[in-house]
C-alpha cells in the first residue's frame, strides 16, 4: 500500500507520520535528533513504520474470533516482545562496538579486564533486560540511549572498583560506543523481529495458535511503499531529499495543527528552540506567523534549563508547580536570568513548587507576546509541541488566554508532537495526489 | 557589460562577486575618497563630517571640503567584519547593548585607530555638520564626535513632518537656518567664500544623475525586473546618498548603470547577484528597514537562491525619495536644499511611509511586503509591525517580519531568519494556489 511520511526534524526529537491514501494516520514514529539528522530522519521513519505496521495488524486481528475482546492486550504484548528483542540487537551491537572500542594503545595491560568487565556488564543489561520488558513494567524513556545509558552507569561502577579498573576509562569507551550505535543507520530487517514477538507472544499468551498466527502473518506482508516523504523542521536541509520534498515547519504546523482540528485558526507551538504563532484560514493555509529569532527566551528549552538547576526531570516539573500554593512572580524570560532568579528565590526560602509556578507562567507570557504579535487569539486555539504535554504550563496558558480573549476553544491533543509530522505527511499526500 | 574578477571567463568562486562596469566605477570612486580623506596631512583639504539622510553634499563642496560620512565606515566595517570587534570596544567603553550599532562601530573604530578602508587613519574633522533629518541618535551620536575631537559643530533642524507634509514655513524655516548658521559655518571652518553660482552648478549636475537612478530604480516594475531595487539597490544609491552627490563622477556612474540596466532589459536578464545572473523570480517583494550588513551576502543569498527579488524598498529613499519627483533644482539652491532635507524617508511620519509602501506595493505588482526589523534601530523600528498589518489590510497581500541589526554580528541569526524567509515564500506559493484553485 502507499505511504506518505512525513519528517518533522527538531531541535530535541525527531518525529516521523505515516499517512494512507485515504489520508488515515497509520503510524507515528519519534527519536532523539542526536546530532545526526540522517539517522534521526532514518530511525524514526522506521518507528513509524513499525507503528504502521501495528496499525495494520490491529486491522487484520480485528476480524479473528479467538482474540474477540483481546485484540488490545495480544498487541500490547506483541509489541512489547518485539522491543525487548530490537533492545536485544541494539545491546548486541553496542557491545561489539564497545569491544572494539576497548582495545587498543591506551588500553594497554587492561585490555582483557575492560573486556572481561565489559562481557559482564552486558550480561547482566541482558539478564535484566527481561523484567523491562515484562507486562506491566515501566521505562523512563523508550529511546535506547536512554535506557542503555543509564543501567550501563549503574552496573559498571561497582564492576570496575572490584576489578580495579578505571570507571571513567569505562565511560569513554561507552561514551563513543553508543555515538557510533546511534549514528548507524537502523538495521532494515523489520520482518525477522516480528516473527520472533510473535513466536514469543504466542509462546506466552498459548492456545490461539493459527488462528492468530495467520492474520498476523498477512498483516506482515502488505507491503509499505514510500509514496513520497516531506521533511520539515530545523534539520531539513539536511535530509538527503530534493528541495520540492522540503516544506517549513511554519506551513506544516498550521496544516498539522487544521488535520488535528479543523476548526483551528490560531496554532501556538512552544517546541525545544523555538515558540511559533501561527494564524491559518479555514483550509488550514497559513496567514501569518510569528516566532522568537533573536533569542529563545520563553522555549522548551528553558524548561530543560531549570529542570537541570533544581536536578529535576523534565517531566517532574509540571506535576510540582500544580501543586503551587501562588505563583511568585519571575520578571525574567531570559533562560540564565530565570536561573538565577531561581536560586535566589530558594536562598529567600520560597517553595520550589510556587517558584515553579512562577516560571510556566513566565515562559507563557512570553508566549502570549507573540501570538498578540502575529494577530492574537482566533477561536479554535490549538496548542501544540512539547510544553503542551505540561500541565502547568497548559493551566496559564488557559488562565491567560481567558483573561485576554475571553470564551476560545483551546485543543490539545496528546499527539500534539506530532502536528509537524503530520503536516509533513499530508504535504506529501497532497503532492502525488493533487 | 559584465565583467568578472579576476579571471573573465571563470565562473565566479563563492567569494568572488560577479561585477559590472558601474559596480568598478564606485570601487574606485569610493577608493579615491578615501585616499583624499586620509591624504589630508598632504593635500590640506578640510573635512566634514556628516549623515547620509540630510546630506548636504554639493553644499559641502562648495567650501573645496571633503566628506567623510560615518554611517558609510560603519556599513563598511560591517562588510568588512570589523564591526563586531569595534562595537565590543565601544561597549567596552561604556556604551549599552541598545545603542544603535553604528554609531558602537564608529566609536570602537576611533579608539581603535580610525582606520578607514585604505588602512591608513582618518583625518579629525573640522567641522560636525549635522542635518538633522527625523533620527534623533544622530545627534546623540555628534555629541560624543564633538567630545572626542573638540572641533565646531553646527546644527540644520528639520522639522519632522509630523503632520504628513512639509509646509513653506518649514522650508522657509530650513532656508535661514542655512544662511545664518550652517554656511557661515562651513566659510569658518574652510576659509572659503560661499558662492552661489557653484553650488547651481553642483546641483545642477546632481539632478542629471537623479534622472538616471530613477530610471533604474523604476525598471524593477518590469518582469522580470532587471535589479533588486534592495540588494543590489543599496549600492544603487552609494554615490547620490554619499560624497559624490554633484560630480562628474555621480552623473558618469548613472550614466553607467543606466546603460547596463538597459541592457540588461533588452535582454530579458534579471538582477546580478554575487553568483551571476538571477534566473528565476517567484516572488516580487517591497522591503521596509535597512538590510544586514554583516551577512549581507548570506542574507541576500536567501533571497536569490529561493527565487525572490525584491522590486521597491523604503531603506532607499533614506537619502531622498527623487522616484516621487524630487529633484535638486539650481534654480531655486536653497529652497531646494531644504525640499530635500525635509523629503527623506526617515523624516515621513507613520502614515506617510504606510501610504508609500502601499504605492509601491501596487506600482510594482508586489507579492508581500516585507520588514526587516533592526534591533538596535528604534527610529525605524517602531510602529514597524503596524505598518506591516495596516498594508496586508490594504493590498490583501501577505506580509512578514524578520529581525537582525544592522552591523552588529550577534543579532544576525542566520538559521532563524532562512526559517522564516522560507515559510514566508512558501506561504506566498500556498496563497497563489489556493487562489487559482478558488
Known amino acids: ?434 | 557589460m559584465t565583467v568578472k574578477i579576476p579571471t573573465p571567463s571563470a565562473p565566479p568562486s563563492p567569494h568572488e562577486a560577479v561585477k559590472e562596469a558601474s559596480m568598478l566605477k564606485q570601487k574606485e570612486m569610493i577608493a579615491r575618497n578615501y585616499e583624499l580623506l586620509t591624504g589630508t596631512a598632504e593635500n590640506g583639504r578640510k573635512v566634514v563630517s556628516t549623515f547620509v539622510p540630510g546630506n548636504l553634499n554639493e553644499l559641502v563642496m562648495c567650501f573645496d571640503m571633503l566628506n567623510n560620512l560615518p554611517e558609510i565606515n560603519a556599513i563598511q566595517n560591517g562588510m568588512k567584519k570589523l564591526s563586531g570587534g569595534y562595537i565590543e570596544e565601544a561597549e567596552k567603553r561604556g556604551h549599552s547593548e541598545d545603542v544603535c550599532t553604528y554609531v558602537k562601530a564608529d566609536l570602537g573604530m576611533m579608539a581603535k585607530g580610525n582606520l578607514a578602508p585604505n588602512g591608513k587613519p582618518l583625518p579629525r574633522p573640522d567641522l560636525l555638520l549635522l542635518s538633522y533629518t527625523g533620527c534623533f541618535t544622530f545627534m546623540k551620536w555628534f555629541e560624543l564626535l564633538r567630545e572626542q575631537y573638540k572641533c565646531p559643530t553646527v546644527m540644520l533642524h528639520v522639522p519632522y513632518q509630523g503632520d504628513g507634509h512639509a509646509t513653506q514655513n518649514m522650508r522657509d524655516y530650513i532656508v535661514k537656518q542655512l544662511k545664518d548658521e550652517v554656511i557661515p559655518a562651513l566659510e569658518r571652518a574652510s576659509g572659503v567664500k560661499f558662492d552661489i553660482d557653484r553650488l547651481r552648478e553642483y546641483l545642477r549636475e546632481s539632478a542629471r544623475a537623479e534622472d538616471d537612478l530613477v530610471r533604474v530604480l523604476e525598471s524593477a516594475k518590469r518582469k522580470p525586473s532587471p535589479i533588486d531595487a534592495y540588494f543590489g539597490g543599496v549600492f544603487y544609491i552609494g554615490p547620490i546618498f554619499t560624497a559624490f552627490r554633484g560630480t562628474p563622477d555621480a552623473t558618469e556612474y548613472y550614466r553607467l548603470l543606466r546603460a547596463e540596466v538597459d541592457e540588461r532589459v533588452r535582454r530579458g536578464l534579471g538582477p546580478v547577484t554575487p553568483e551571476g545572473d538571477m534566473k528565476s523570480q517567484r516572488y516580487r517583494l517591497v522591503v521596509e528597514g535597512p538590510p544586514n550588513w554583516t551577512s549581507f551576502r548570506e542574507f541576500w543569498k536567501m533571497f536569490y537562491d529561493e527565487g525572490a527579488v525584491v522590486v521597491a524598498s523604503s531603506y532607499t529613499k533614506v537619502g531622498g525619495l527623487y522616484d516621487r519627483g524630487f529633484r535638486h533644482d539650481p534654480d531655486h539652491p536653497l529652497e531646494s536644499l531644504a525640499d530635500y532635507c525635509l523629503g527623506v524617508y526617515t523624516n515621513h511620519n507613520l502614515p506617510q511611509r504606510v501610504a508609500l509602501l502601499e504605492q509601491y506595493m501596487r506600482e510594482y505588482e508586489a507579492d508581500g511586503l516585507l520588514i526587516n526589523s533592526i534591533k538596535s534601530c528604534n527610529s525605524f523600528s517602531a510602529g514597524q509591525l503596524m505598518i506591516m498589518r495596516e498594508i496586508e489590510k490594504r493590498t490583501g497581500k501577505p506580509g512578514a517580519f524578520i529581525e537582525t541589526d544592522l552591523v552588529d554580528p550577534r543579532y544576525f541569526s542566520a538559521a532563524n531568519v532562512k526559517n522564516r524567509l522560507e515559510s514566508y515564500f512558501q506561504m506566498i506559493d500556498q496563497k497563489r494556489q489556493t487562489a487559482t484553485a478558488a
Open chain 1, 1 to 434: 500500500m502507499n505511504c506518505y511520511i512525513g519528517i518533522d526534524l527538531g531541535s530535541t526529537t525527531t518525529k516521523s507520520v505515516v499517512m494512507d491514501d485515504g489520508g488515515q494516520v497509520l503510524g507515528r514514529g519519534i527519536t532523539n535528533s542526536r546530532s545526526n539528522y540522517d539517522t534521526a530522519a532514518a530511525v524514526s521513519k522506521q518507528e513509524a513504520l513499525i507503528d504502521a505496521r501495528f496499525t495494520l495488524l490491529r486491522r487484520g486481528l480485528e476480524g479473528a474470533p479467538s482474540l474477540k475482546g483481546k485484540v488490545d492486550a495480544f498487541l500490547g504484548d506483541l509489541e512489547r516482545h518485539f522491543r525487548h528483542v530490537q533492545f536485544l540487537e541494539q545491546l548486541d551491537d553496542l557491545e561489539q562496538t564497545a569491544r572494539r572500542n576497548g582495545r587498543g594503545l591506551r588500553f594497554a595491560g587492561q585490555e582483557q579486564a575492560l573486556g572481561e568487565a565489559l562481557g559482564e556488564v552486558f550480561r547482566r543489561l541482558r539478564e535484566e533486560s527481561e523484567a523491562l520488558f515484562a507486562p506491566g513494567a515501566r521505562r523512563r524513556s523508550d529511546f535506547f540511549r536512554d535506557i542503555a545509558g543509564s543501567r550501563f552507569m549503574a552496573l559498571a561502577e561497582p564492576l570496575c572498583k572490584e576489578a580495579g579498573l578505571s570507571f571513567d576509562l569505562m565511560l569513554n569507551v561507552y561514551d563513543k560506543s553508543i555515538i557510533e550505535v546511534e549514528n548507524r543507520p537502523p538495521s532494515g530487517a523489520m520482518q525477522g523481529k516480528f516473527l520472533r514477538a510473535l513466536e514469543l507472544a504466542l509462546g506466552a499468551g498459548g492456545g490461539a495458535g493459527d488462528a492468530v498466527a495467520h492474520p498476523v502473518r498477512a498483516a506482515l506482508e502488505i507491503p509499505l511503499e514510500e509514496a513520497y516523504v516531506v521533511g520539515t523542521g530545523y534539520g531539513r536541509v539536511r535530509l538527503p531529499f530534493p528541495k520540492e520534498h522540503i516544506r517549513s515547519e511554519i506551513l506544516c504546523h498550521g496544516l498539522g495543527a487544521h488535520i488535528m482540528y479543523d476548526g483551528t485558526r490560531t496554532v501556538l507551538d512552544i517546541g525545544g528552540q523555538d515558540t511559533k504563532a501561527i494564524q491559518v484560514d479555514k483550509e488550514g493555509i497559513v496567514e501569518n506567523f510569528q516566532m522568537n529569532d533573536r533569542c529563545a527566551a520563553g522555549t522548551g528549552r528553558y524548561l530543560g534549563y531549570v529542570a537541570d538547576e533544581m536536578k529535576m526531570g523534565l517531566h517532574e516539573l509540571g506535576p510540582l508547580a500544580m501543586k503551587a500554593t501562588k505563583t511568585l512572580r519571575i520578571n525574567s524570560t531570559c533562560t540564565v536570568f530565570a536561573g538565577a532568579e531561581l536560586r535566589d528565590r530558594l536562598a529567600l526560602g520560597d517553595k520550589r513548587e510556587d517558584i515553579l509556578a512562577g516560571l510556566h507562567r513566565a515562559i507563557i507570557l512570553r508566549a502570549m507576546s507573540i501570538i498578540s504579535r502575529s494577530g492574537g487569539i482566533r477561536d479554535q486555539f490549538t496548542f501544540t509541541g512539547g510544553v503542551a504535554k505540561n500541565e502547568a504550563a497548559v493551566r496559564e496558558l488557559r488562565k491567560l488566554v481567558k483573561e485576554n480573549y475571553g470564551d476560545v476553544t483551546i485543543n490539545i491533543n496528546p499527539d500534539s508532537i506530532y502536528t509537524g509530522a503530520l503536516g509533513g505527511a499530508a504535504f506529501a499526500r497532497r503532492a502525488v495526489q493533487a
